[in-house]
């Protein structure tokens, strides 16, 4: 069997950690993002 992969809609905190997260359990992962740069605006 082959790699999974996974398309991860979104660079935020979330999409990121869902990338990371199934990175980590051997998927290969792309996330696609809209901005043209991830900035470190967001809550907190």
């Known amino acids: 069997m082959g790699a999974r992969h996974a398309?991860?809609?979104g660079?935020?905190?979330g999409g990121l950690a869902a990338a990371v997260a199934?990175?980590?359990r051997g998927w290969r992962v792309t996330v696609?993002?809209?901005a043209p740069?991830?900035?470190g605006i967001g809550a907190g």
Request: with cysteine.
């Open 7 to 9: 398309v991860v809609a």
């Open 11 to 13: 660079g935020g905190i």
């Open 22 to 24: 199934l990175n980590r």
């Open 32 to 34: 696609c993002e809209r």
């Open 37 to 39: 740069v991830l900035t």
